[in-house]
């Protein structure tokens, strides 16, 4: 039988205090790199969670909603001061869709990086479920 998390998003109001969460629930006590490649490794099966299972993320309209279009601006933001200069055209349009309301969000990122490790996603065989609660 797989296992079984969950993650409650009213603990969720970044995408930092995902990754808190996600250490939480999911690895406990252990380091991680706490970014998004980090985080679709950890759902490759890093960190002991190679056997697959079911994550259910509680609380998800009020995440869908912390994690919208404001943090996805942040986020992007944030990149945009570290990224290299050829980048920077492509991450400012980001910026300026996501200040529009327009374009996929954190959440939105999370959700999908999280389906493409489950059933029809290109990782599938890692054998991810997710439910939206």
């Not at 079984?4 to 109001?13: A, L, N, Q, S």
């Not at 400012?92 to 490790?117: K, M, Y």
Request: hydrophobic share 35%; charged share 25%.
């Amino acid at each position: 039988m797989k296992s079984k998390y969950t993650i409650d998003g009213t603990r969720i109001h970044s995408l930092e205090t995902f990754y808190d969460e996600i250490s939480r629930v999911l690895i406990p006590n252990q380091r991680w790199g706490r970014n998004l490649d980090a985080f679709n490794d950890i759902l490759r099966g890093g960190f002991g969670t190679s056997e697959g299972f079911t994550l259910t993320w509680s609380n998800a309209a009020e995440s869908r909603a912390r994690l919208g279009y404001q943090e996805t601006a942040r986020q992007l933001e944030l990149r945009l001061a570290q990224c290299h200069p050829d980048n920077r055209g492509q991450l400012s349009q980001e910026i300026a869709d996501a200040h529009a309301g327009i374009g996929p969000t954190v959440f939105d990122w999370l959700v999908g990086i999280i389906r493409n490790h489950g059933p029809g996603g290109d990782e599938a065989e890692d054998g991810i479920r997710l439910v939206l609660d």
